[in-house]
């Protein structure tokens, strides 16, 4: 069911919601108009109580405070959002989240915004809702599942009516939300149910609903194609592989983008298999493509003049008498012979065909996302993201798009210095270089594969998948890159 975001007018406190939540800035609480209603109504005890527990507004400061039915509500929840002036659309998307999230198990939440502090924000305070009320229980039974979902979330704007522009914006960035609760949805799914034909399902549901073109290629069609590196990949597995091609194609388009998803629906290494601690993280191998499929949902909802390709290389890497082996040597779409180095180093060659293809679509500026490298977790850790570019305006622009999402990625240096190690003996290109700088080296390697066309290449191992929750993070599949993605397709 989906969640209902509403605008209400009236006061807050007279909301018969289960959780009545409620913004706080840093600075004297008696001022701010709805505590002080509060506080009145409870007999100068909230704020005491505020002081006893040293709550003072502050960013991240959270105070859970009971209502012996003193107002409709049954539990009261201050968030603090830090000094007034910081208070922008980034930081009431991340009290949004904050305060579903507290009310996730509650039928209903009572969010009131601070004073005067919602400018245009609507849009980022409905993607925090939905985003902070995410939860994935569908393999809960018995007493582990949930009892009350939150259904209904008012929002109260300090002052004035809700106005349309409001309303449209809130609506736009809850949908936005939802298209990408689908892409955590199928990160946090098993591998054993979401193989890359049920990927390809999903993204078929994405492109019927949107009223998007899709293409679907299987085993067959991926090998009749040319798509010897993808098809490679895939052939060590009884979950046969799947190429998927989603079209957004808006009547007059000001330019055409081309988004590529890694699509490792299970990662074992292949025959390098992998050590067992961890492995069944690698359900999260196709958070990339996950990206593009929520990417894909929002860019239906959100309709910009901007054409968008959504492609996805989904396989399941397995150790089999049918894998592909170190030494093996392929052809790829681009024509290029690849020599296998490592079975575990997959998700480039399947990028490696998707990246050619999408060349041919000829398209203004190619964007993928992998979670490609541990490399790259190192370097950055689980929160951030690398993006690789060698184009310094389109860096200025996607670092633009990922502030306005509230996702952290950080620029890193294709350095040339590094390219030698993926010089092949007996063929055009060895897949791996060594071990150091080896999210760099991956990077150089898919870049064999672009041509000319502007190129951004995210590595988003660590975020795809986060150990807690987090402002709009939930625990789990985070469809991380995805709200990223549609900020930059708007940015065109
Ligand atoms: N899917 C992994 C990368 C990964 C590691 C993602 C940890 C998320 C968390 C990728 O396919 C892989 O195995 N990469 C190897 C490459 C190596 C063999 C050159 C790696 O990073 O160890
Ligand atoms: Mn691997
Ligand atoms: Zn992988």
């Not at 605008?7 to 800035?25: E, H, P």
């Not at 098809?231 to 190429?243: D, I, K, L, M, W």
């Not at 633009?400 to 055009?428: C, N, T, V, Y």
């Amino acid at each position: 069911m989906a969640l209902k975001v509403q605008l209400s007018s009236g006061d807050a406190i007279s909301s018969d919601a289960d959780v009545l939540a409620v913004c706080a800035t840093e600075g004297p609480l008696e001022k701010q108009s709805v505590i002080a209603a509060l506080d009145e109504v409870f007999g100068g005890e909230l704020l005491e109580h505020a002081r006893n527990a040293d709550f003072r507004g502050k960013k991240d400061q959270v105070l859970d405070v009971p209502t012996f039915g003193r107002i409709p509500a049954k539990r009261l929840v201050l968030l603090g959002v830090g000094a007034k002036r910081g208070v922008n659309a980034g930081s009431l998307r991340v009290v949004s989240a904050v305060a579903a999230r507290a009310a996730s198990t509650s039928s209903s939440l009572a969010l009131a915004l601070p004073d005067k502090a919602t400018g245009g924000a609507f849009r980022e305070i409905g993607e925090g809702i939905v985003f902070g009320a995410y939860r994935f229980t569908k393999y809960f039974t018995g007493d582990r599942r949930p009892k009350k979902e939150l259904g209904t979330v008012s929002l109260y704007k300090g002052r004035g009516k809700p106005t349309v522009a409001e309303r449209r914006a809130l609506d736009l960035g809850a949908a936005v939300a939802e298209a990408i609760s689908a892409a955590r949805d199928a990160v946090n799914e098993p591998p054993n149910q979401l193989t890359p034909a049920e990927l390809a399902n999903r993204c078929k549901q994405v492109a019927r609903r949107g009223r998007m073109k899709i293409t679907v290629l299987d085993k067959r069609g991926i090998e009749k194609a040319g798509m010897k590196l993808h098809y490679a990949v895939g052939q060590g597995s009884v979950n046969e592989p799947r190429f998927i091609h989603m079209v957004y194609k808006p009547k007059r388009a000001k330019s055409r983008i081309a988004f590529v998803g890694k699509g490792l629906t299970f990662d074992s290494g292949g025959l390098c298999i992998k050590p067992a601690p961890g492995m069944g993280e690698m359900k999260s191998d196709m958070g990339g493509s996950a990206a593009v499929l929520g990417l894909m949902g929002a860019v239906a909802a959100s309709k910009p003049n901007v054409e968008v390709h959504g492609i996805i290389a989904a396989a399941e890497n397995m150790p089999d008498a049918a894998a592909y082996r170190p030494g093996d040597v392929f052809g790829s779409l681009d024509g290029k012979s690849v020599e296998i180095i490592n079975t575990d180093a997959e998700g480039r060659l399947v990028l490696a065909d998707a990246l050619a293809f999408a060349r041919k679509q000829k398209p203004d500026v190619i964007v993928d996302a992998a979670t490609l490298t541990g490399a790259c977790v190192v370097a950055l850790g689980k929160t951030c993201s690398a993006f690789y570019t060698g184009d310094a305006s389109l860096a200025k622009q996607f670092d633009r798009a990922a502030s306005d999402a509230g996702e952290s990625f950080w620029r890193m240096p294709l350095l040339e210095e590094l390219r030698e190690q993926l010089k092949s003996d007996i063929a055009d290109l060895k897949h791996t270089g060594d071990r150091w700088g080896g999210s760099i080296s991956a990077a150089l390697f898919l870049r064999e594969f672009v041509g000319d066309v502007p190129w951004i290449h995210c590595d988003i191992a660590g975020p795809a998948l986060s150990d807690r929750a987090r402002g709009v993070v939930p625990k789990g599949g985070t469809g991380h890159a995805a709200l990223t993605f549609l900020k930059l397709v708007e940015s065109v």
